[in-house]
């Protein structure tokens, strides 16, 4: 963030926190005389705690109803100790204690509905839609304090000063770890800046995958004629992983090899939720394709956790080659009839034609290692 927006930024999170807190003391003085401080003190801890978490609910779920709304599909949702995903055609939902950010939502293009950019324009719009609603509820009773209970104003009310923190925090056009917030992207898409076009190049090539095509059946232009962009840039990231499967789907070692080394570089550039993703692929091609049994062995843990939560046609595949890796071929061809099932019913057909391609290669790996004397 520049120097003036930094300014801008703190400018108005001061501002419109303390403003939101000294209407907070005045209501707050208004019904004191008639709640005891006993009652008044953990109403006003547990329905700080509640609205805010409430808050951020509805922030996430503003993405995910007006994505819909525009056409996108359902893929993950992130908030705080929790994710919910849809895998193989089933919702399933994750205890996370650990989740290092507050919330996201991810969500595929369905190739029908509002055009790209748009679509995306309107996903990033409802998070926005939900942090307002949830401010304003709670504005709202802070409004009628004089005039109704004061219990109801203690449990929604106060939480107005942090709700507001969130709605700016989403709002302003910045980068929070690497990632841009909905403010910045409205902004990119409005700007048509470089990011933007990089990101409807991205959503282009995954609406081919649902519509069945693999990715090396993607028009090279789509991947390799875009704008230059940060590396840092989230988009960037996506755009990296496209051309990782571009060069998978090929069988060209030596633009794989690229795209492997290129992740490889900027892995710590990326935010968590797109480094856990594309760890995954330098872990399958370090098992045979360019060997490294410390990389296998230092990440193998953190990379069988992501695998087994999306548990789809993907992860069937580098199980598999992991298990062969490791002399298990039993555990192995498990992995290959149960990724065969999984490839049926997974949201994008061209992504489990490569798939489906690579797992039959890998049970030809086995054959040979049966035949052996």
Same mark, same amino acid.
């Given at each position: 963030?520049?120097?003036?927006?930094?300014?801008?930024?703190?400018?108005?999170?001061?501002?419109?926190?303390?403003?939101?807190?000294?209407?907070?003391?005045?209501?707050?003085?208004?019904?004191?005389?008639?709640?005891?401080?006993?009652?008044?003190?953990?109403?006003?801890?547990?329905?700080?705690?509640?609205?805010?978490?409430?808050?951020?609910?509805?922030?996430?779920?503003?993405?995910?109803?007006?994505?819909?709304?525009?056409?996108?599909?359902?893929?993950?949702?992130?908030?705080?100790?929790?994710?919910?995903?849809?895998?193989?055609?089933?919702?399933?939902?994750?205890?996370?204690?650990?989740?290092?950010?507050?919330?996201?939502?991810?969500?595929?293009?369905?190739?029908?509905?509002?055009?790209?950019?748009?679509?995306?324009?309107?996903?990033?719009?409802?998070?926005?839609?939900?942090?307002?609603?949830?401010?304003?509820?709670?504005?709202?009773?802070?409004?009628?304090?004089?005039?109704?209970? #004061?219990?109801?104003?203690?449990?929604? *009310?106060? =939480?107005?000063?942090? /709700?507001?923190?969130? %709605? &700016?925090? $989403?709002?302003?056009?910045?980068?929070?770890?690497?990632?841009?917030?909905?403010?910045?992207?409205?902004?990119?898409?409005?700007?048509?800046?470089?990011?933007?076009?990089?990101?409807?190049?991205?959503?282009? #090539?995954?609406?081919?995958?649902?519509? *069945?095509? =693999?990715?090396?059946? /993607?028009?090279?232009? %789509? &991947?390799? $004629?875009?704008?230059?962009?940060?590396?840092?840039?989230?988009?960037?990231?996506?755009?990296?992983?496209?051309?990782?499967?571009?060069?998978?789907?090929?069988?060209?070692?030596?633009?794989?090899?690229?795209?492997?080394?290129?992740?490889?570089?900027?892995?710590?550039?990326?935010?968590?939720?797109?480094?856990?993703? &594309?760890?995954?692929?330098?872990?399958?091609?370090?098992?045979?394709?360019?060997?490294?049994?410390?990389?296998?062995?230092?990440?193998?843990?953190?990379?069988?956790?992501?695998?087994?939560?999306?548990?789809?046609?993907?992860?069937?595949?580098?199980?598999?080659?992991?298990?062969?890796?490791?002399?298990?071929?039993?555990?192995?061809?498990?992995?290959?009839?149960?990724?065969?099932?999984?490839?049926?019913?997974?949201?994008?057909?061209?992504?489990?034609?490569?798939?489906?391609?690579?797992?039959?290669?890998?049970?030809?790996?086995?054959?040979?290692?049966?035949?052996?004397?």
């Amino acid at each position: 963030m520049k120097l003036k927006s930094r300014i801008l930024y703190i400018f108005l999170l001061l501002a419109g926190f303390f403003g939101f807190a000294v209407w907070c003391v005045f209501s707050a003085i208004t019904i004191f005389s008639a709640v005891p401080w006993y009652v008044f003190v953990p109403l006003f801890i547990s329905g700080l705690a509640f609205t805010v978490y409430a808050g951020i609910v509805l922030h996430e779920a503003g993405h995910l109803v007006f994505g819909l709304f525009a056409g996108m599909k359902f893929k993950e949702l992130r908030i705080p100790f929790f994710i919910i995903r849809s895998s193989n055609g089933r919702i399933k939902v994750f205890f996370n204690v650990k989740n290092s950010f507050l919330g996201s939502c991810e969500m595929y293009p369905s190739g029908s509905g509002i055009p790209y950019p748009k679509a995306f324009a309107w996903e990033a719009f409802g998070g926005l839609a939900g942090s307002f609603t949830a401010l304003s509820v709670s504005v709202l009773f802070l409004i009628l304090t004089p005039f109704i209970s #004061a219990y109801p104003v203690i449990l929604f *009310g106060f =939480a107005a000063p942090f /709700l507001y923190v969130i %709605l &700016l925090e $989403n709002a302003f056009p910045a980068e929070v770890n690497g990632a841009r917030t909905d403010g910045g992207q409205l902004l990119e898409i409005l700007r048509k800046t470089p990011s933007s076009q990089v990101l409807v190049s991205v959503l282009t #090539a995954q609406a081919c995958y649902r519509a *069945g095509k =693999a990715p090396s059946e /993607l028009p090279y232009e %789509l &991947l390799f $004629n875009v704008p230059q962009i940060p590396e840092n840039d989230s988009n960037y990231a996506l755009l990296l992983n496209n051309r990782y499967l571009y060069a998978l789907d090929c069988g060209d070692i030596s633009a794989l090899k690229d795209a492997h080394l290129r992740i490889r570089d900027v892995l710590p550039n990326l935010p968590e939720v797109y480094a856990e993703q &594309l760890i995954c692929d330098i872990f399958f091609d370090s098992l045979f394709t360019f060997p490294d049994d410390e990389f296998v062995k230092v990440n193998k843990n953190a990379v069988f956790k992501t695998l087994d939560a999306d548990d789809d046609v993907n992860s069937c595949r580098i199980r598999g080659y992991y298990y062969l890796r490791a002399g298990d071929t039993a555990k192995a061809f498990a992995e290959i009839e149960k990724g065969r099932s999984l490839a049926r019913i997974y949201p994008m057909p061209g992504i489990a034609k490569m798939e489906l391609r690579l797992i039959s290669e890998l049970e030809s790996k086995i054959a040979l290692i049966a035949l052996r004397p």
